[in-house]
């Protein structure tokens, strides 16, 4: 839940609801422009942001405080889903459900920043099927 009384996000569902209000926002000024170039506006939006702006200052402690991780190699054994590029978005994609998108995308960034635009492409689509953008 939001904490009280800062109007943040605490949790990476509610850090869900957050992106898919701030899509909805992006639908209702846009006019005919398809959905999935909307929620990949909104996650380059949110990208962007200081965490301060958006998460309440537990989770951002939290969220600093954590090592960045690092995508498993797809020679290490581990059985996930592979572009050409050998990344492992599966592994990115789980990390958004357990520590957030905004969290991800850093990960993505300070491991494998030249995937980064595949990463948002495979987000855009995860969050459309998966959250029911």
Known sequence: MEQEGTGKVNSPSEEIAYLRNRLR???SQA?????????KEAILEHAKMEPQ??????????QEAAPVERAPRADEGVDIMVDEHG????????IVEDKGVWYALRVVKETS????D??????VQYLEMKHNF
Request: glycine share 2%; aromatic share 10%.
């Open 25 to 27: 926002e992006l639908e």
């Open 31 to 39: 006019g005919e422009k398809p959905k999935q170039e909307l929620i």
């Open 53 to 62: 702006e958006v998460f309440s200052p537990t989770y951002v402690a939290a």
């Open 87 to 94: 990344s492992d978005m599966q592994k990115f994609l789980q």
């Open 113 to 116: 920043p030249h995937l980064l």
């Open 118 to 123: 595949d990463f948002h492409s495979v987000l």
